[in-house]
């Protein structure tokens, strides 16, 4: 295991965490109000680590039940934590990239498999079946077991599927390259909900939303590549079925090689946290100690949560539309521009990379503004416009204006994931990052599953017109939910020395799992 020598060096000269912060305990995902017992200033560091910047969490005090400060527990920054973010969107970009290399060529491997394009288009679909229920299991080995743990099965299962595909290299082997789909499948569950956990466990206040943006990123990237590079890697030459074969095969092998690499990557750079929380938000929850937990009771919390709900309903409308435009975009673009799968891989790239610049550009604006229902209700409503155009354009004959409008819908669409995430983690602190991020994405792959199969339908015995409109009209729904979601920042009133009436204690009678 790669050690970082500066957090040697500064665990030797500081010692652990003041012992001061011990009595402070979150029981069920709820934190106390109980006064720390004694007092004292940590000691500055003098090893290797960053000192983690002077915001507000590094001066921030909770109230005490008797009207005295709590001592103030020591934060610093980890230099791991970039290494960390970096392998994560790297193998989560290659599970991404496995979901949609099928879609984007339906018509080219419905007649290397000569099977159906609603056969192809479950090669998109079984992940989202998959996660519905995995994830409850998947959260609570998170939770239980940790994210290191939890990265390695994602790298790992990612990369296993990658070689089982490999051997799927001929027209009746549908069947085994839809299992070998399923394995990265179930990889995915262990992958969608670490963001805002790795986010929170290792960056600091001021930049934890900005983190959470660029691992949402590497998954977009992912699927961006997934777009481009298929249709180079394999055209259409259905009177060459070896040539196809041979084609497929290179993409298919890459793809095993650079996710094996990824899966001992992983395991050298993850660590389950750093020696010091980033945060005073992490701090105060890191002294609570594990058998205090409840997952069962925090599952329970968070379904009582009714902004946590409403953003729950409204995340898996957006989510789930996007899905859904990204398993039809091919069907969509050769609709209307026969003979053009390449250029519809080039639009889907447009989408995704517009996209991405739209996820750091919010991300950044939340760390900076801390506007989450804002920001959130504005993309969302762009979001409806951008697909409006799109719908509306998407005929005209001209490309061109096609690649325009599938970049701004992406830039919007796409750029809402990482606020939803941040949004859900700010409402229901402190529950569990991995936990309401799972239970965002599940209901993502519901509505996606939903969206696809109706807007498949539509699209085929009617017009993509057809199939828009009709996730048109669901996203206007998700407007007048996002609108209603209450903004409590719990969060960051905690990193702000603000102590939330909302957060209260409650007894620990409930058995754990």
Known sequence: MVEDGGEEEAEGESGEMPAAAAPLQRCNGFLPGKEA?????????????????????AEAMLAAGGGRPEARLETRLSRRRLAVLAVFSCYSLVNAFQWIQYSILSNVFAGFYGVSFTQIDWLSMVYMVAYVPLILPATWLLDARG????????????????????????????????AAQAVCAVAQVFILGLPSRIASVWFGPTEVSTACAVAVLGNQLGTAIGFLLPPVLVPNTPNDIDLMAHNIGIMFYGTAIVSTLLFFLTGVVFEEKPKYPPSHSQAVLQTKPPEDYSYKQSIINL??????????????????????????????????YAGEEVNAGRIGLTLVVAGMVGSIICGLWLDYTKTYKQTT?????????????????????????????????GFFMTGYLPLGFEFAVEITYPESEGTSSG??????????????????KLTTDYSPRAGNIFLCAWIFVGIILTALIKSDLRRHNVNSGIMNLDVKAVSCTYSTF
Request: net charge positive.
């Open 147 to 178: 994210l290191r743990l939890t990265a390695l099965l994602g790298a790992g299962l990612n990369a296993l599927g990658a070689w089982l595909k490999c051997g799927s290299l001929a027209p009746q082997r549908y069947p085994l390259t839809l």
């Open 303 to 336: 379904f009582k949560n009714i902004p946590f709900i409403l953003l729950l309903i409204s995340y898996g409308i957006m989510t789930g539309a996007f899905y859904s435009v990204s398993t039809l975009l091919n069907q969509m673009i050769v609709t209307h």
């Open 377 to 409: 209700l504005i993309v969302y409503i762009l979001s409806f416009i951008g697909l409006l155009v799109f719908t509306f354009t998407l005929d005209l004959g001209y490309l061109i204006v096609v690649f325009v409008t599938g970049g701004v819908l």
């Open 439 to 456: 239970l965002l994405n599940a209901s993502a792959q519901i509505f996606g599953i939903v969206f696809t199969l109706v807007q498949g």
């Open 37 to 57: 017992a004694g007092g004292g200033r940590a000691a500055p560091a003098g090893g290797g680590e960053q000192p983690a910047p002077a915001a507000p969490e």
